[in-house]
């Protein structure tokens, strides 16, 4: 099994191959062959993404390995004779963080894919939308699986140019849909570049401070504690109650352990001795194979692993060395092992760091130097953070660059929801998470990052209450619920993160293709109303018979559950699990991060701590609250009461291919939170295991301590779900029946409940025009933007340096020294010289001409003379002259 890792290249190749083959041959393909070689392509890499997960979850296998791919090793390699090099591997990093990742965006992927077989027939440029469907998830699943920063960059670039293209897919509809879904294509880029900036930052402080940006050396152990209590080294109890620190690595590494404990003492002294004869020898792939294990089944996995995997096969247990990094040298190991060897330094202290070539040690304290300058590696590290944090608000959409994502509802729904569930803005949270070890030795970061995630989730949470499209409400539920992610790492829980992701990304997914379900239907239905049963051109067919009909808008909508039952009974079930109601996805993760925030807050000893800790607390609680909210609020204008017109009366429920999607997301949607049921929630406790999912994750996260989960805390459990029935009981006394978008006597009148009580209009006003964040970016940004554009382009370019230096400095100077040239020197000199020359020729000739009469005697009488004359000139020299 352990060569299931090596498949990490396949699953960016294959979404690769079939890009190509739908981007070059597509258009002789058809739709059959296009959409069969897209979603072949997705489900093939989810297939070894499955393998890859079963690999991990081998018991012999407890952190992770660094996969070499064949012709890629040497990607950025540059020396120089001063001894300055820049060595970065393209490699890949096969931990459970990634096995994860790879999951959710393969999977969850895998089923829009087939969605948008439906979706997406008969438009005209289908074979080119699965070319990008797949080139995207190819650029996801790069990001997730680097071993570096700028490996991650590549991928991190690359989804942003496939949003470009996928947001702005339908450019080229009439105006004014075209010109909208191309300035919602560059409000991504445009936010998106402004995140990148941090990124780039980010990196190049890494590189500077640690000489590398490789995450991890290949044979590094990610978390040693994890490792030991694995092998069984430390005790039961130090792990349980999280003492598996710095002391415990030391104690077993010294052999102490082996002092208390009867019998380990002969294996730590076996372990000791092994580590001596595999020195130089530990960048092996497979990093623990226990004991146990080793003489049974799993000795021939081991084999495979070269001669370090031939030792443990033989029956030797994992040396010190491994299980610690002790055979590293500092500057040899990824950033995070580096940072977290600079930051125990106290002021003034060096460690040994690195050997130079002719063997001498070199020594590195906390200092970071910057030419003249120096920092504490604690300053560095805050900077590091904040511009990460930029990068994170910009593809995770955060604020304050949280604005491109609810227009990135232009683009197709299966886009929307590959976008929003598995892809791109999920790229923020995993790089929060992957830099765990950052964010743990800064309480200033966790503090900015806790601030930024729940005014997020409680802004967005706000705002998608006064939204009227459909999609745009789960825009800003996204944006939220990305909140919810951002703000749980800012009190270090990173299981809870990821968890939230994972549950987030099966039913958002699930509610996104429900809405294109639902938009699809009114699409047709209205097509049915006007004899128009064409089965493509999505969003364009109120342009083609001009009138003014939005499928997306809400108060078109109404009464859809007995026209679309599987679609309503599926949305339903994906409403339940974003609002956090008991048994439901959301309810298990979401919960997890409002116990964490409690905990965090109440036992932490750092005051900046305790203060993230409530803030995310309260803030989430109020959020989760907005959530369940605007959902039921959603539920009831779409589903229920009498339909608000035409087209939702006549709306058909959806083909199979696009209804299967939604019952396997339903049923994720139920039952995926049951992955990490805590202890104490019985009777879920009964039948799973507790906790699975955190200790899956713990090899991987070296910031968690081995062993420190919360248990199920009822008291919490029961606030969060009040808070959600409460939150829907209120949305249905205002929506149930017929009172969504009616007016005091029945009539549909297009606006909200809200909008006509007093108490609530500013705020409905408020939230449906975003909080006026577009207005305030428009007045501080974009405005001055275009006034000193315009400045540049008219005063500068045109009236100054087209009309002034070019028409009169340029051009008149040009002119002058033309006229200079061409008069006194071309015409006066020149010309005259060269004109007098055959003027005189000219006078001359004439005046010889006279000479020709045209008489014989006249010529006669020339010749007779010239005669004469040359006899005479012949004669005279014997003329003798005196006597």
Known sequence: ??????????????????????????????????????????????????????????PAVVTGIVIDPPLLDGWIRIGSDAGFSVNIPWQFRVDTITAVMLLVVTGVGSLIHIYSIG?????????????????????????????????????????????????????????????????????????????????????????????????????????????????ESISAEQAEHGECDAEAVEAFATGAVGEHEEGEAEGSEEATEESSEVEGEANAGIVLVQETETEGEHAEEAEAEGEHGEEAAHGAHMSVEDMTNANFMPDQMGVFAQLDALVNLDEGETIPWAVSPDGTVIERGREVQFGPYSADISVVLFLIIVFIVLGVSGKSAQIPLFVWLPDAMAGPTPVSALMHAATMVTAGVYLL?????????????????????????????????????????????????????VAAIGVGAYVAAIFHLVTHAVFKALLFLGSGSVIHGVEHGEHHVHELHAHDHHGD????????????????????????????????????????????????????????????????????????GFIVFFGLLVAAGFTAFYMWRQIQMVFFGEPRSEAARHAPESVPSMTIPLIVLAIGATFIGLINVPGGAWPFTLFYKLHEF??????????????????FNWLLAGLATAVAFGAIFLAHSIYAGNKAVRGEHGAVDGRDPLQDNGSTSQIFTAANRR?????????????????????????????FWHDYVHDKVIKRGYDTISQLLANPLDIGLIDGAVNGVGRLVSYLSGRFRTAQTGYVRTYAVVLLLGVVAVIVLMVLPLIPIGS
């Open 433 to 485: 998470v992957r830099s765990n070890v950052f964010i743990t030795y800064s309480p200033e970061g966790r503090l900015l990052i806790a601030i930024i995630g729940t005014a997020t989730a409680l802004v967005a949470g706000l705002t998608a209450v006064g939204q009227w499209d459909i999609k745009r409400v789960l825009a800003f539920s996204t944006v939220s619920q990305l909140g919810f992610m």
């Open 541 to 612: 067919h109120h342009d083609d018979h001009g009138e003014p009909f939005d499928p997306q808008d809400m108060r078109n909508m109404g009464g859809l559950r007995a026209r679309m039952p599987i679609t309503f009974v599926t949305y339903l079930i994906g409403t339940f699990a974003l609002s956090g109601l008991p048994i439901f996805a959301g309810f298990w993760s979401k919960d997890e991060i409002l116990l964490d925030a409690l905990v965090h807050g109440g036992e932490s000893t750092n005051v900046l701590d305790q203060l993230s």
């Open 1 to 58: 099994m352990d060569s299931y890792a090596n498949l990490i290249p396949l699953v960016i190749l294959v979404p690769a191959i079939g890009a190509l083959i739908n981007l070059f041959l597509g258009h002789k393909l058809g739709e059959r062959l296009s959409g069969l070689v897209g979603v072949t392509a997705s489900v093939l890499a989810f297939i070894f993404s499955v393998l890859i997960f079963a690999y991990l979850s081998d």
């Open 694 to 711: 955190g200790h899956f994750l713990e090899a991987s996260i070296p910031s968690i301590t081995t062993g420190h989960t919360l248990d």
């Open 771 to 799: 909080l006026y964040w577009d207005d305030f970016y428009f007045a501080v940004f974009i405005r001055p933007y275009q006034r000193i554009a315009a400045f540049f382009a008219d005063v500068i370019d045109w009236n």
């Open 119 to 231: 979706y997406m027939h008969g438009d005209p440029k289908y074979a080119r939308f699965f070319a990008f469907l797949n080139m995207f998830m190819m650029f996801m699943l790069i990001l997730v699986t680097g071993n570096n920063f700028l490996m991650m960059f590549v991928g991190w670039e690359g989804v942003g140019v496939m949003s470009y293209l996928l947001i702005g897919f339908w450019w080229d509809k009439s105006a004014p849909v075209g010109w909208r879904n191309s300035d919602a294509a560059r409000k991504a880029m445009i936010a998106n570049r402004v995140g990148d900036f941090g990124i780039i930052m980010a990196t190049i402080l890494i590189f500077w401070t640690f000489g590398t940006v490789n995450y991890y050396s290949p044979g590094e152990v990610a978390n040693s504690c994890y490792v030991l209590e694995h092998a």
